[in-house]
C-alpha cells in the first residue's frame, strides 16, 4: 500500500458514490450535484496520476461551467417538469439492469482476463513522471494543430447553433 | 515525507486559514466605518475602541438567531449553500504564498534528527497555481445557485441565476485578462511568478537587456491593460458593487440570501469575503510584485538585520517584514473594493452583461494578441 | 525549357479563362486581342522551344518534361509529362503560327459576332488542346487532347446553334468522332497489352527490337484500331462524312479546326506510332487503300459541288487521303511535309472564302458569285497563290510535297501502280475542280446580288503571310532530284530533321522515273485545270451535253454518292429500331419492373419494421448494448 | 492476507476497473431514466469515465498524448452539453415537458 494506492481508494470513494446517486437521485438537482461531486473527485485522481493541468481543467470546465450550465438549465425549467416520480421507472427496469450487469462483467472480465491487458500479476511499471504542460503544450499545439483548430470550428459553430437553437419560439403542433 | 514534515504542513493549513477567517470581521469593521467615513456619518464606534468590538457582539448575535427553514425550501441544499459558500475561497487562498518561504534548521527530538525544512508560506504548492485558483474559484457560483433553489423563494431564484449568468460571463474576460501577464512570465506557479518580479525593472528587446532601476519589476509594468481587465473582472466575480446584480434591493429584496439568516448569513459573508481576498491576493501576486518590497531585496534585508540581532532572530522578522508587505498590498486593494462599493452606483442588467461580452472580452482578447506578437517581434 | 513549355500550354488556356469570364460582356476588339495576344505568346514560346531544339545535337533532340504521375495503377504508370522533340516541336509551330493567324483573321471576321468572346474562348481552349495533343508523352496524354479537341471542334462547328441545322453538324461531327475514338481505344489496349507501355519513347525503343512474328497479329489489330481513330479525326473513308458538314462553322473555325490543324491529328499520331505501324504489312495495306481511296472519291466529289465551302471541304479530305496514302506507303516525311505545306495553303484558301463569304453577306453559292477579281484583289491574288500550290505546280509548296507522295506510291516498296494511279488521278482531278471554283468566283463576270468589297487589313494580312508561306513551304523538302539537278545540294530538311523520332526511309529509284512521274503529275494538273477552264468558262454548252450523256452518274457525285443516306438506312435505321426495342422490352417491362418490384418489397419490409421503430429512443439503445454484449461475448470467447 | 494487499495495491486495472464501473452507471442512467436533462448528465459521466481511462493509460504507459485527448474530449463535451440543453429548452418550448417516455413523435 504506497500513497498512490491510499489516494486511490480514498478518492474512488466520493467518486462511486457520486456517480451512483447520480443516477438514482429522484431529483435531477441532486443528480447534478453529486455528478460535480464525482467530478471534482475525478480531478482529484487526474493530479495523483500526474496529469496536473487536466486535473485543473477537469474543475473549471466540468465542475464551473458545464455542471452550472446544467444546474442554470434545471432551474430555468418548471419545476413540476423536473421532479416528477421516477422511482417507479427505475424498480421496472429489471430487464435493463440485467443487460447493463451483463455488459459490466463482460467487460471486467475483459480487462481482467490475462492476454487482454496486463492482469493483477503483471502491473506495469508505474510511471512516476508528472507530464509538464508546457510538455501538454507542445504536444497541443504543435502535433495536434489541426485537431485543435478543427475544435475551435466545432465551438464557434456550436456556439452559433445553440444560439439559434435556443431562440426557437415554443407552441404546440401546428 | 516524515512526521515532523506533515505536522508543519498541517499547522501552516491551519494557520492561513485563521488568517483568512479573522480577516472577515475585520473587513466587515473596515466596510462599516469606511462606508461612514466616504458618507460623511460615524459609522459603528459604541462598542470597544473605535467600535472594533461590535463584530464580536454581532457574532454573538448570529449565533443566537434561530435556525430556520422556508417552507418551499429543500431543506439539505439550504444548509449546504453557505458551506459550499466558504470552500472555493478558502481552498484558493491556501495555493497563493502570503510571504517569503521560511527555513526551519535540523533539530532533535524523539531520538533522531529531523529536518532541515523550507517551508513556502502557503497551504500548498501547486506547478499550476494559476489555473488551479481559477479552476476552484469558478466553484463559486454553485453556492449561489444552491442558495437560490434551496430557499424555494422567487426573488433567491432569480438572483442566484443572475449571478451565475454573470460569473460565466466574466469568467472568461477574467481568464483572457489573465493569458498576457502568463506569457510573460511563462509559468503557472506562483512561486516562480513571485521570483520573477523581483529587484528593479528590466527587460530585454532583442538581444538588448534594459534596466530601469527607479520602478520595480512588478506585473503592472507590463500588462497595464491586463491588470485593469482583472481587476474588474474581480469584482464581477465576488458579485461586488458596482456588479452586485444578484443582490439589488430595488429589485430581489437582498437575492439569493433573502431567507436566510444568523450563522448562515455569516457563512455567506466569510465566502464573499475570502472572494474579495483571494482577487486582492490574486491582483497582488500577478502585478503589484507579490510580498516583495521596492528596492529591498530578502538577501539585502536579512544581512542588514543579521547586523543588529541573531541570525535565527533575524530570519524570522524578516518572515514577518515580507508577510507585512503582502498583506499591507492585500489591504490596500481591499480597501479599494470598499471604496468602490460606496463610491460607483449599480449597473443595469443588459449594461452589465454589454460590458462584459462586448468590451472587456474583446479588449481581453486584444490584450492577448498584442502581447503575444509583441513577445514574438522583440524575442 | 520546362519553363517554355508550361507558358506555350498555359497561355491559350489562360487566355481561355480570361474570355470565359469575360463570356456575357461582349467586345470583339477586346476579347480577340486578349485571344491574340495569348497565342502570339504562345507562338513566340513555340520559336524559342523550336531553335532550342534545333540547337541540340543530333540524336539528342528529346526532351521529356514531366509533371507528375497522371495514373499510377499496379503496372500502369501515365505520366502527366510532355516530350519535346523534333516531331512536337515543329507541330508546336504550325499549330500555334497558323492559329495565331487565324485569331487575327476572325477579329476581322466575326465583326457582327454577338458573342465573341464564346468563340474566342472556344478558340483559345482548342489551342490549349491541339498543343497537350502534339507535345503528350504518351498516347493516353495525347488522347486528353484528342477528346479535348473533338469538344472545341463540336462546340465551334455548332457556334450558331440557335439554327438548328447548325447544331445538328456539330453533332454529327462529334458522334461520328466518337465511333473513331472507341477504335482508337480499342487499339490503346491492344497496344498496351502488346508492349506494356503507352509511352512513346518506350514503343519506339520496343519496336525497334520487336521480333515474334506471333504477336504480328495484335500489333497489327492495335495499329487497326488506332487507325479507325485516325479516319474519324483525319475525315477518311467511312468517317469522312461529318468533314463536310462541318462547314456549317465560322469560316476561320473551318480553316483552323477543319483544315490545317485537327484533322492532321491523325496523321500526327501515325507518324508518332511510324516504327510500330512500318513492322505491320498488313496495316500499311489497309491505311495506304484508304488514303488512296479517299483521296479519288473525294476528288470526285468536289467536282460537283457548288457551295464554295463544301467545294474546299471536300479538298480537304481528299488531301488528308493523300497524307493518309504518304503514311501508308511508309513516307511519314512526305506525309508531314504534306500538313505542312496543306496547312498553309488550305487555310489560306479557307481564309480568302472567308473573306469572299464575309463580302457576299454569308452567300456560299459560287454560282452567284463572279467577278471578284476586280474588286477583291488581295483575296484574288492570295486565292490565286493558294490555287496554284494545291493544283502542284512548281515550285510552289504543293508541288514537292504531293511529288514526293506520288513518288514513294510509285516507287516505295510498299507502294504499287494502282495508288500511284489513283493519286495521280485525284491530282488531275483537284486541279479541276480547283479551277472550276477560281473561274466561277473570280474570273467571270460577277452574278451576286451583292456589292463585294476589300475586307479589312486585319483580314487580308493573315491572308498575305499565309501566300508568302504556300509559296516558300516548300523549301522544307526539295526533292534530291531536283537540287542535284540544278547542281546545288540543298538536304531535304525535313526528312533530316524527323530521322530520329520517325521512320523515315527516302527512295532512291531511277531519277529518270523520278522525273517522269515529275512531268506527269503536272501534266494532269495542267490538263485539268485547263478542262476546267474551258468548260465553265467559254465553252459551258459542251458541259451541259456531256452532263445530260449520262445524268444518273452526275447526279450520284453531286448528291455525294448517297453515302449518308446509306448510313442513315443500313446503320441508324436499325440502331434506332434496336432502341426502341430496348427501350420498350426490355427496360419498361423488365428492368422497371425489377426495379418497381424491389421498391415495394422493400417498402412492405420497411412498413413491418417500422413497428420496432417506436420512438422511445431508449429502446433503441436496448438493440445497441445487445448487440455490444454479442460483440463482447465473442471478444471474451477468442481473446 | 497478502493476497488483500495485492489487491489494494493499484495497478492501471484498478483504474480501468473504476472507469468501467463509472462507464456502466452512466450507461444505465442514459438507458433507464427518463428525464432528459439526467440523461445527458449520464452521458456527460460516462465521457468522465473514457477520459480517466485515458488519462490512466497515459500515466502508466507513459505518453502525454492520451492527455491531449482528454483535452478534447472535454472540448467536445462541453460543446455536447451546451448543445443538448439547448435542445432541452426548445424541446420543453414546444412540448412543455422532456420526460422522454412522452416523446415519441418519431415513431414509425
Partial sequence: MDLASVFFWILSIPILVGAICVVFSKNPLFSALFLVLSMVGLGALYFQLGAHFISAVQIAVYAGAVMVLFVMVLMLFDRKAVESEEAAVIKNSQFKWLLVSVFLGLMLGLIFSQSFIAGPDTILPEATSVVSTKELGNLLYFKNILSFEILGLLLLVIAVGVVSLSRIEGGSDD | ?379 | MDLYVIGVVLLPLIGFLINGILWDKNNRIVSGTIASACVAGSFVLSIIIFLSVRAASVGERSFLIHFYDWIHVDALKVPMAFLIDPLSSIMCLLVTGVGLLIHIFSIGYMDEEKRPAKYFAFLNLFIFNMLILVLGSSLLTTFIGWEGVGLCSYLLIGYWFEDSKKADAGLKAFLTNRIGDAGFLVGLFFLYKLFGTLNYQDLNVLALSFNSPESLGLLTAGLLGIFIGVCGKSAQIPLYVWLPDAMAGPTPVSALIHAATMVTAGLFVMIRLSNLIILSPTAMAVIATVGALTALIAAIIGTCQWDIKKILAYSTVSQLGYMVLAAGVGAFGGSLFHVLTHAFFKALMFLGAGSIIHALHHEQDIRKMGGLKKTMPITAITFTIGWIAIIGIPPFAGFFSKDEILWSAWAGEHGHFLLWFMGWAAAGLTAFYMTRLMVLTFWTPSRSEHKAHESSPLMTIPLVCLAVLAIFGGLLGIPEVISHGLGIHIPHFLNEWLDEVAYIHVIHGKVSHEIILMLLSVGIAVFGAIAAFLLYGKHQDTRERIVSKAPKFFELVSEKFYVDELYEKMILKPLRLLSESLWKDVDQKFIDGAVNGSNTSIKKLGQGLAAVQNGFFQNYLLFMIVGLIAILTVFVRYI | MTDLLSFFQVSLNHYLALGLILFTLGLAGVFIRKNLIVILMCLELMLNAVNLIFVAFSHYQGIPLGQVYVFFIMTVAAAEAGVGLAIAISIYKRFGTIKMDLLTALKG
Wanted: hydrophobic share 55%; with cysteine.
Fill in chain 2, 1 to 379: 515525507m516524515d512526521f515532523f514534515y506533515i505536522f508543519f504542513q498541517v499547522i501552516k493549513m491551519l494557520v492561513i486559514f485563521l488568517l483568512m477567517v479573522t480577516m472577515v470581521p475585520l473587513l466587515v469593521w473596515v466596510e462599516r466605518r469606511g462606508s461612514a467615513f466616504i458618507q460623511n456619518r460615524l459609522g459603528p464606534n459604541r462598542v470597544g475602541p473605535l467600535g472594533l468590538l461590535q463584530l464580536l457582539a454581532d457574532a454573538v448575535k448570529f449565533f443566537f438567531k434561530e435556525e430556520f427553514v422556508p417552507k418551499n425550501g429543500y431543506k439539505t441544499i439550504f444548509y449546504l449553500a453557505p458551506i459550499v459558500a466558504l470552500i472555493p475561497g478558502a481552498i484558493a487562498f491556501g495555493a497563493i504564498p502570503l510571504g517569503i518561504p521560511l527555513d526551519i534548521g535540523a533539530f532533535n527530538a524523539f531520538g533522531q534528527t529531523w529536518g532541515p525544512y523550507n517551508l513556502g508560506f502557503q497551504s500548498f504548492e501547486l506547478g499550476i497555481g494559476v489555473v488551479f485558483v481559477l479552476a476552484v474559484a469558478s466553484l463559486g457560483g454553485y453556492s449561489l445557485l444552491l442558495a437560490g433553489w434551496g430557499s424555494g423563494n422567487k426573488y433567491s431564484m432569480m438572483g442566484a441565476l443572475r449571478a451565475c449568468a454573470q460569473m460565466i460571463s466574466y469568467e472568461l474576460a477574467l481568464g483572457l485578462s489573465l493569458v498576457g501577464i502568463l506569457l510573460i512570465y511563462g509559468t503557472f506557479s506562483f512561486n516562480d511568478i513571485v521570483n520573477m518580479q523581483e529587484g528593479p525593472l528590466n527587460f530585454s528587446i532583442g538581444q538588448k537587456d534594459i534596466v530601469i532601476g527607479f520602478l520595480p519589476n512588478w506585473g503592472i509594468f507590463f500588462q497595464p491593460l491586463g491588470a485593469i481587465l482583472f481587476f474588474v473582472a474581480t469584482f464581477a466575480e465576488t458579485n461586488r458593487a458596482p456588479f452586485d446584480l444578484p443582490e439589488a434591493e430595488a429589485e430581489l429584496v437582498a437575492g439569493f440570501h433573502t431567507e436566510y439568516g444568523g450563522l448562515k448569513m455569516l457563512l455567506f459573508f466569510i465566502g464573499e469575503y475570502g472572494h474579495m481576498m483571494v482577487a486582492s491576493a490574486l491582483m497582488t501576486t500577478l502585478f503589484f510584485g507579490s510580498y516583495h518590497i521596492p528596492f529591498v531585496t530578502p538577501d539585502g534585508l536579512l544581512s542588514f538585520l543579521n547586523s543588529f540581532m541573531g541570525a535565527g532572530f533575524a530570519k524570522w522578522i524578516q518572515f514577518l517584514i515580507f508577510h507585512i508587505s503582502f498583506m499591507l498590498k492585500v489591504i490596500f486593494f481591499l480597501w479599494v473594493f470598499v471604496w468602490v462599493r460606496w463610491t460607483v452606483p449599480r449597473f443595469r442588467y443588459d449594461q452589465l452583461m454589454d460590458l462584459g461580452w462586448k468590451k472587456m472580452l474583446p479588449w481581453a482578447l486584444f490584450n492577448t494578441v498584442v502581447t503575444a506578437v509583441a513577445m514574438l517581434l522583440l524575442a
